[in-house]
């Protein structure tokens, strides 16, 4: 009818004769993204119209990725389910409650790098992207891979989130004020994400990361938001 129930937002593009929609697409840095739908929705229904879009698009291959999606209506409907992981970290008014529930490793890192004169500050400044885009391209560089992004695709990131106030944009500085970290994360209006960030290597024994996500989680519980989605997993990300 004329009730709108959600949108499907993603990228095409061809591989040869075949029409490929990812939403998200891999190189997106998207955890999770489409179906964009209210929870109550009738699953095998949206499926079916998903197929109905795939038909009419001639789309060879269709990839979603949204937590809320039903494992068993996925496999009835012929999608092949891949599980993915994630932290989801519970953010608190109450800042010591969070901080006891970090390792005791991670807080050691933190009160080290403040030590040590690091300080994280809130960017406003697009100049932030093309620190982060340099120290990411960077670390890329010396792994012999390819940033799988270009800079102006984070600049469009930062402008469109910035001016409606759902993104931070974090800058760790040493006691010399030289850049040497820094952290892009989106957020609603209660969850906010790690969508990417990168390092200079020469001062990881500073330990800005550590420093820079505790600094997110407090900025971020300060907003009101409740959830700190890290967006993939790893032993780093587990000590939050």
């Known amino acids: 009818g004329a009730e709108t129930v959600g949108y499907l937002c993603g990228g095409m593009f061809e591989m040869g004769p075949f029409r490929i929609l990812g939403s998200p697409l891999r190189s997106w840095g998207t955890n999770t993204m489409g179906p964009l739908v209210n929870g109550n929705v ?19 291959m269709l990839e979603i990725e949204n937590a809320m999606l039903s ?10 389910r891949v599980r993915d992981w994630t932290y989801l970290v519970t953010l ?25 004169g690091v300080r994280v500050e809130v960017a406003d400044d697009a100049e932030v992207v093309d620190e982060y ?23 469009l990131l930062f402008d469109r989130l910035h001016k409606s106030d759902n993104i931070l944009a974090l800058r760790a500085r040493d ?16 969850t906010i994400y790690f969508w990417s960030g990168a390092s200079d ?11 820079l996500h505790w600094t997110a989680m407090r900025l971020a519980a300060g907003r009101g938001l409740r959830s700190y989605n890290m967006s993939g997993y790893g032993r780093f990300k587990r000590k939050f």
């Open 42 to 60: 009738d699953q095998r229904r949206l499926l079916r119209t998903v197929d109905a879009l795939a038909r009419r698009e001639r789309l060879s």
């Open 71 to 80: 494992p068993s209506v996925l496999t009835e409907a012929g999608f092949e």
């Open 175 to 190: 006691a010399a004020g030289r850049v040497i970290a820094v952290g892009l994360f989106p957020h609603d209006d209660e």
């Open 92 to 116: 608190s008014a109450d800042e010591s409650v969070m901080w006891q529930n970090l390792e005791s490793e991670c807080r050691n890192r933190i009160r080290k790098s403040e030590r040590a």
């Open 133 to 155: 885009y340099d120290l990411y391209d960077h670390l890329m560089h010396r792994k012999g891979r390819r940033v799988p992004f270009d800079r102006k695709m984070v600049h």
């Open 201 to 211: 290597e020469t001062a990881h024994a500073l330990c800005p990361n550590d420093l």
